[in-house]
């Protein structure tokens, strides 16, 4: 059975500061990563893909994500934080329906 | 174009009920699939349909059921409710069967169940 894990569940950071969140994958098949975000009081946003080709993937709002096959990673980086990036964040993948990890919960204090 | 939409937002219903919920997917996509969000959790898979049947499934019991139509919006229906099936309901829809486009979701129905 394919599943997904996030290692931080809550994270506490100061602007400016460096993120990387981790998650590592487990299951066969093809492989469609994903990290989504979710605002407060927001639906959920899809932040950075990967499928095949460059493994170093670029998103939206300044982030990226790595895909390690070796590790089963992928995590999510950035390297400057704004306290607009307050959120929680959903590392997915799968290919008919996507599982999700349990969530990271980012804040960012000014 | 427009995004994926969900109705109603918010629904209370007691314990024994069951209760539909509807997702209207986003315009040129063919795919829907259906989530539980328990509080502070991630998001569950419940199942996956494109262009009309079924195409995936998580590990719900067989009381979930659902319904693509032809203009690709779709139904989540709950029979014989429980109090732990308090949760949001998240419907995602892509273009093509194996989300290589990426999900686009909508926000949500709240779900409470007494």
């Known amino acids: 059975a394919q599943s997904v894990s996030q290692h931080n569940h809550h994270v506490i950071l100061s602007e400016a500061a460096s993120l990387e969140l981790g998650c590592n994958y487990s299951?066969?098949?093809?492989?469609?990563l994903f990290w989504y975000v979710q605002y407060p009081g927001q639906h959920l946003q899809l932040l950075l893909k990967y499928f095949s080709g460059d493994p170093l993937v670029k998103g939206i709002k300044g982030f990226e994500a790595e895909f390690i096959k070796s590790k089963f990673s992928f995590n999510l980086r950035k390297p400057s934080v704004q306290w607009s990036d307050t959120a929680e964040y959903f590392c997915?993948?799968?290919?008919?329906?996507?599982?999700f990890g349990k969530g990271t919960h980012l804040i960012i204090q000014p | 174009e427009t995004g994926v939409t969900q109705s109603p937002t918010h629904l209370i219903k007691t314990r024994g009920q069951q209760v539909t919920l509807r997702c209207s997917s986003q315009?040129?996509?063919?795919?829907v699939s259906w989530y539980q969000q328990a509080l502070g959790q991630g998001p569950q898979f419940i199942f996956q349909y494109y262009r009309e049947e079924e195409n995936g499934r998580g590990n719900f019991p067989p009381r979930f059921s659902g319904l693509q139509f032809p203009n690709y919006s779709s139904e989540l229906n709950v029979n014989a409710l429980e109090l732990d099936d308090s949760a949001l309901y998240l419907c995602?829809?892509?273009?093509?069967?194996?989300?290589?486009?990426?999900?686009?979701f909508g926000s949500g129905t709240r779900l409470t169940v007494v």
């Open positions: 997915g993948g799968g290919a008919d329906g996507l599982t």
């Open positions: 995602a829809s892509s273009q093509g069967r194996d989300g290589t486009y990426g999900y686009t």
């Open positions: 315009s040129g996509h063919n795919t």
């Open positions: 299951y066969g098949g093809t492989v469609n």
